[in-house]
């Protein structure tokens, strides 16, 4: 077995963490690059993505970018859709990404779009 990252090592223990405690809550996973983020709910249970959100949409790709604002938005436009979906709470999978800055701001986003985490 191949000797994993820190990153990705981080990324393994928030997941494992997540799924003794999330119960059967769908998990608000999300990626950062860095030009954009991206944000999706998943249901493990079914295996399938219940919404998403990125700032690539077609909407939106014009006047969004790597910035906080933007981020806030993505968890907004997330939280719509996942309320549409039937989904009110979530487990917060931050994806190895360090809670602060852009990942701060979505989840804030998604929190005032009425997602409970």
Known sequence: ??????F???RRRVRTALRAKGGARPRLSIH????????QVIDDARGVTVAS????????RDVTGATMDAAAAVGKRLAERA??????QVVFDRGGFIFH??????ADGAREGGLEF
């Open 1 to 6: 077995m191949a000797k994993l990252s820190l």
């Open 8 to 10: 990705d090592q981080r």
């Open 32 to 39: 950062r690059t860095s030009q954009h983020i991206y944000a």
């Open 53 to 60: 959100a990125s700032t690539l949409e077609k909407d939106v």
């Open 83 to 88: 309320k549409a979906a039937g989904v009110l």
């Open 101 to 106: 800055g852009r990942v701060k701001s979505l």
